[in-house]
T-cell receptor, first 113, second 112 residues
Framework: EAQVTQNPRYLITVTGKKLTVTCSQN?????MSWYRQDPGLGLRQIYY???????DKGDVPEGYKVSRKEKRNFPLILESPSPNQTSLYFC????????????FGQGTRLTVV | EDQVTQSPEALRLQEGESSSLNCSYT??????LFWYRQDPGKGPEFLFT???AGEEKEKERLKATLTKKESFLHITAPKPEDSATYLC?????????????FGTGTQLKVEL
């Protein structure tokens, strides 16, 4: 089954404790991205990757890092999480960067206390 | 800056009561307008892509249309299982391509 898998689904952590949210897709997609979803603000892009070893900032990259060492994986790293990073996070992938539908993961609900 | 505004924020319908959701947008060089459905606790699920004014697409009880300034998602004779949040997004040329700018969604509730 074609899918984007995120882990964990839920995470509560403390301010400053580094964490990683994993994302993996099994569709051999080139393009992957991370979004955060907040009430009243909609989905906003954090980072994206055009292909292996090619990443760039989206609209809200501050406080986040990513890496793309393999085509299927695109982890999101919070080196020093803060309460304003409490949000619902989605990973997405698509075959090409343009003009194709994005497949989304199930989401990771992160709470930073 | 690309902008997407969806209305209404929330809509409550009786089963069988047809209606439309609106998505108005401001974008430089639209590459595509996307409709997604999002159920509680899940990621958005792709519904349609529209590329040019005048284009229409249908899927079961849903029909999406596009003009130069807005898109409509028409829901004909809705059922309770159509209850979800419907998201609209636009794609425009950027340095990285495929950046989707999302609206905040319309939360649809269909009651028996």
């Amino acid at each position: 089954e074609a899918q984007v898998t995120q882990n964990p689904r839920y995470l509560i952590t403390v301010t400053g404790k580094k964490l990683t949210v994993t994302c993996s897709q099994n569709m051999n997609h080139e393009y992957m991205s991370w979004y955060r979803q907040d009430p009243g603000l909609g989905l906003r892009q954090i980072y994206y990757s055009m292909n292996v070893e090619v990443t760039d900032k989206g609209d809200v990259p501050e406080g986040y890092k990513v890496s793309r060492k393999e085509k299927r994986n695109f982890p999101l790293i919070l080196e020093s999480p803060s309460p304003n990073q409490t949000s619902l996070y989605f990973c997405a992938s698509s075959l090409f960067p343009r003009d194709t539908e994005a497949f989304f993961g199930q989401g990771t609900r992160l709470t930073v206390v | 800056e690309d902008q997407v505004t969806q209305s209404p924020e929330a809509l409550r319908l009786q089963e069988g009561e047809s209606s439309s959701l609106n998505c108005s947008y401001t974008v430089s060089g639209l590459r595509g307008l996307f409709w997604y459905r999002q159920d509680p606790g899940k990621g958005p699920e792709f519904l349609f892509t529209l590329y040019s004014a005048g284009e229409e697409k249908e899927k079961e009880r849903l029909k999406a249309t596009l003009t130069k300034k807005e898109s409509f998602l028409h829901i004909t004779a809705p059922k309770p299982e159509d209850s979800a949040t419907y998201l609209c997004a636009v794609q425009a040329p950027t340095g990285g391509g495929n950046k989707l700018t999302f609206g905040t969604g319309t939360q649809l509730k269909v009651e028996l």
